[in-house]
C-alpha cells in the first residue's frame, strides 16, 4: 500500500523559508517521479514542483520558479521542497505523490500546512 507522509510545514512570515519532507512508502522509490501539490483554501489542488525518477528533469509552476527547490533522497525514500523567499499566496496545504506533474495515486496523505503572514 502506497502512502506518503509530509512534514515540515509551519508558520513564517513573507521572505522566510522553510523545508517540507514528504516519506514515500510501499512503492520502488528510486523508479517513481515524484511531485509537490498544494491547495489553498477554496481553491483546487494544483501542482508546485515535480522531479523525475533520476533526479535530472525538474518542473516548477511560475509562481515559485527561482524560489522552491525540489530534490530527492533515494536512501531515504524522501522527496523534499525547499521554500525560500515564501509569500503570503504561498499559503496552502502541501502534498506529495508519485508521478510527473500528474498524481498517480488517488489516495492523498494529511499534507502539511504552510501558512505566510505578517
Known amino acids: 500500500q502506497v502512502q506518503f507522509v509530509e512534514s515540515g510545514g509551519g508558520s513564517v512570515q513573507p521572505g522566510g523559508s522553510l523545508r517540507l519532507s514528504c516519506a514515500a512508502s510501499?512503492?520502488?522509490?528510486?523508479?517513481?517521479?515524484m511531485s509537490w501539490y498544494r491547495q489553498a483554501p477554496g481553491k483546487e489542488r494544483e501542482l508546485v514542483a515535480a522531479?523525475?525518477?533520476?533526479?535530472?528533469?525538474?518542473y516548477y509552476a511560475d509562481s515559485v520558479k527561482g524560489r522552491f527547490i525540489i530534490s530527492r533522497d533515494d536512501d531515504k525514500n524522501q522527496v523534499a521542497l525547499q521554500m525560500n523567499s515564501l509569500k503570503i499566496e504561498d499559503t496552502a496545504v502541501y502534498y506529495c505523490?508519485?508521478?510527473?506533474?500528474?498524481?498517480?495515486?488517488?489516495?492523498w496523505g494529511q499534507g502539511t500546512q504552510v501558512t505566510v503572514s505578517s
Open positions: 505523490n508519485t508521478g510527473y506533474k500528474v498524481p498517480l495515486y488517488t489516495r
Open positions: 510501499g512503492l520502488f522509490f528510486s523508479t517513481a517521479a
Open positions: 522531479i523525475s525518477s533520476s533526479g535530472l528533469s525538474r
